[in-house]
């Protein structure tokens, strides 16, 4: 097929098979793909196989994105947008009321968005003014974006991790990435929806629902989730309801919604990124990443949250570390951002056992392995080196079925495993945090406030199992949570010493090396192989970026991970950047299955007669 040729899909009606979550095998309805027809202009020459411009022609005009003083604003980067500031195409006041308008007109079917901010215009209105009076503060002056609902803004919105029991409260300051990102000239336009309290609540749920926000929906396929517990941020951001968007991730939750959605996120080491101000899941593992439509967007945010103060001291002052300039001063990681070209000598490994193993053995995955594979190759004719490695710790730590965080030590269930860490922290950390807020009339201070909370509503919370279809088990991981206060410290101890041993020394530490040198990176699947992989770099806190690759056979966009150690984002941002020149472009939503209004359950499930009333 040539670059000219015109493609019309209409497409068959196609079944659902199984499909693997971030966290364990999803359960879904068998539900048909109604395609929209869609006009392919062009092909690449690429793995992914995806068009460089998808044009939607349906009957839906709500779809069509609101044009911003006659400019087509879909897909523009910061950059693009940033130009058409300066040459006043538009203000950033009616950038933000285009923006406003997308998520007025699409969310009411994707609810990506949990609420928008009254101040919005108001603050892109005093930026167009400050633009005039003494210029722009950093390349995101006056650019509209998103943060995800646990993220605190001292504002007229609320922070409520999708939680109604936190309606009213209000922080005490904005979280630290948000006064950054507000100090660079941003704006926020509102509150992304997430999977509620970051999917920590229940064992089998609906990924993607929050009792605040609703089911937020995949906008290539709305029967299918957009992963979690960033749903929201990744969703909104695909759906062009944003320029760029915030999230944070305990295991997996940026990576894994960036995935599935086909937009860049990138999660930083544990620690580069203040977690000041957002609601805590396991401050072990705990980080804030940003979403791009490219790595040059993604890693312009990067740049910006980053706590450059928190980088050890060996780092700072050794200017042979990649991250340093000549003189020993912090580089910018944009000035790391490369093209194809940077493939030439570099050296990756693709850890083979229950990794690439496990995607090259899932029926359900096939057609994402074999794309990754094709584009493997690529990598290996621009320049690169590519290697088998292995995790020596792999069948200690992940499991042969998929992401699972309590497996460790070889089985299920261990008392060494990651969730012995995260239970302990979530219930300690949680009560400090409540204690911070104000105007906290419900005198939610603790999770067993919370818990009491959601059964006295079981209706609209799902307290109890069984009483709210998105949650079928109730709130049972709460439970245990509030059961781990009665554990000894030595079990919470030796889980987290455990954990990070065989994730950072005998995981990712040990992979990375190969003869007698440290590789440019691992190169893993984040779904084909049921989301094992990032969960290795969430255990250890290291970094990892994930780049749109193409669309399964449901629908649903996949990418290339890319895995490295601590303090390393430099070279994820640099061969990031160029294994995305490989791919270019990313496709846009098809918004399949518009009418969708079925939960997507993630999980262990409870007996099937008691899940089947609520599907």
């Given at each position: 097929m040539t670059p000219s040729t015109e493609l019309s899909v209409s497409g068959q009606w196609l079944g659902f098979a199984p499909t693997l979550s971030l966290c364990c095998r999803v359960y879904l309805p068998s539900i048909p793909l109604r395609p929209i027809s869609v006009s392919i202009t062009s092909l690449p020459n690429s793995a992914s196989a995806c068009p460089d411009q998808v044009v939607m022609e349906h009957s839906h005009s709500f779809l069509r994105m609101p044009r911003c003083n006659g400019v087509d604003i879909e897909e523009l980067s910061i950059s693009q947008l940033q130009n058409h500031l300066e040459r006043k195409s538009f203000t950033s006041?009616?950038?933000?009321?285009?923006?406003?308008?997308?998520?007025?007109?699409?969310?009411?079917?994707?609810?990506?968005?949990?609420?928008?901010?009254?101040?919005?215009?108001?603050?892109?209105?005093?930026?167009?003014?400050?633009?005039?009076?003494?210029?722009?503060?950093?390349?995101?002056?006056?650019?509209?974006?998103?943060?995800?609902?646990?993220?605190?803004?001292?504002?007229?919105?609320?922070?409520?991790?999708?939680?109604?029991?936190?309606?009213?409260?209000?922080?005490?300051?904005?979280?630290?990435?948000?006064?950054?990102?507000?100090?660079?000239?941003?704006?926020?336009?509102?509150?992304?929806?997430?999977?509620?309290?970051?999917?920590?609540r229940a064992s089998y749920y609906s990924e993607a629902y929050s009792s605040r926000g609703g089911q937020n929906r995949n906008p290539y396929n709305l029967a299918e989730h957009p992963?979690?517990?960033?749903?929201?941020?990744?969703?909104?951001?695909?759906?062009?309801?944003?320029?760029?968007?915030?999230?944070?991730?305990?295991?997996?939750s940026v990576i894994f919604p960036a995935d599935r959605n086909a937009v860049v996120g990138i999660k930083p080491t544990v620690g580069l990124t203040s977690t000041l101000g957002v609601i805590p899941e396991a401050p072990s593992m705990d980080t804030v990443g940003s979403f791009g439509r490219s790595v040059e967007d993604a890693t312009i945010i990067l740049d910006i949250i980053v706590d450059r103060s928190s980088l050890p001291e060996s780092r700072i002052l050794n200017a042979d570390e990649p991250s340093m300039t000549q003189h020993g001063t912090a580089k910018t990681y944009t000035s790391w951002l490369a093209n194809k070209d940077a493939l030439k000598g570099a050296k990756f490994g693709l850890p083979w056992k229950r990794v690439w193993e496990a995607a090259s053995n899932s029926t359900d995955h096939k057609s994402e392995y074999l794309a990754l594979k094709t584009l493997i190759k690529q990598i290996g004719r621009a320049g690169a080196r590519v290697v088998e490695v292995n995790f020596p710790s792999a069948e200690e730590i992940i499991s042969p079925n998929g992401w699972d965080w309590e497996y460790a030590a070889g089985k299920s269930g261990s008392r060494l495993s990651e969730f012995e860490v995260v239970k302990v922290e979530f219930y300690r950390s949680l009560r400090t945090y409540l204690n911070t807020l104000e105007n906290n009339k419900e005198r939610i201070l603790?999770?067993?406030?919370?818990?009491?909370?959601?059964?006295?509503?079981?209706?609209?919370?799902?307290?109890?199992?069984?009483?709210?279809?998105?949650?079928?088990?109730?709130?049972?991981?709460?439970?245990?949570?509030?059961?781990?206060?009665?554990?000894?410290?030595?079990?919470?101890?030796?889980?987290?010493?455990?954990?990070?041993?065989?994730?950072?020394?005998?995981?990712?530490?040990?992979?990375?090396?190969?003869?007698?040198?440290?590789?440019?990176?691992?190169?893993?699947?984040?779904?084909?192989?049921?989301?094992?992989?990032?969960?290795?770099?969430?255990?250890?806190?290291?970094?990892?970026?994930?780049?749109?690759?193409?669309?399964?056979?449901?629908?649903?966009?996949?990418g290339m991970g890319i895995i490295q150690t601590a303090w390393k984002e430099s070279k994820l941002v640099r061969y990031g950047s160029a294994i995305e020149d490989l791919v270019r472009p990313r496709r846009r939503p098809t918004f399949l299955n518009l009418d969708a209004t079925n939960y997507m359950y993630v999980g262990n499930p409870p007996n099937r007669s008691g899940v089947s009333q609520h599907t």
């Open positions: 006041k009616e950038l933000a009321q285009c923006y406003l308008k997308r998520i007025e007109l699409v969310n009411p079917r994707i609810k990506a968005v949990i609420e928008t901010n009254p101040d919005a215009l108001e603050i892109a209105n005093e930026l167009d003014a400050e633009r005039e009076r003494t210029g722009v503060r950093s390349r995101i002056h006056g650019i509209p974006f998103l943060v995800k609902d646990n993220i605190a803004t001292r504002d007229k919105m609320q922070t409520t991790a999708g939680c109604a029991a936190l309606l009213g409260t209000r922080v005490p300051n904005d979280a630290a990435v948000v006064a950054l990102l507000r100090a660079a000239g941003g704006v926020l336009l509102g509150k992304a929806n997430l999977s509620e309290w970051a999917s920590m992963g979690g517990s960033s749903s929201g941020p990744a969703s909104a951001l695909t759906a062009n309801m944003c320029a760029f968007s915030i999230g944070t991730e305990t295991d997996g603790s999770l067993e406030d919370i818990v009491e909370y959601n059964n006295r509503h079981t209706d609209t919370e799902g307290g109890r199992p069984g009483t709210h279809p998105a949650w079928p088990t109730g709130q049972d991981n709460f439970d245990r949570c509030i059961e781990s206060k009665d554990d000894g410290e030595a079990v919470y101890s030796d889980a987290l010493k455990y954990m990070l041993r065989k994730s950072r020394k005998e995981g990712i530490d040990a992979a990375m090396m190969y003869e007698e040198s440290e590789l440019d990176g691992l190169l893993v699947p984040v779904q084909a192989e049921g989301g094992v992989a990032c969960s290795v770099a969430a255990k250890a806190g290291y970094p990892m970026i994930t780049i749109p690759v193409g669309v399964n056979d449901n629908g649903v966009p996949f």
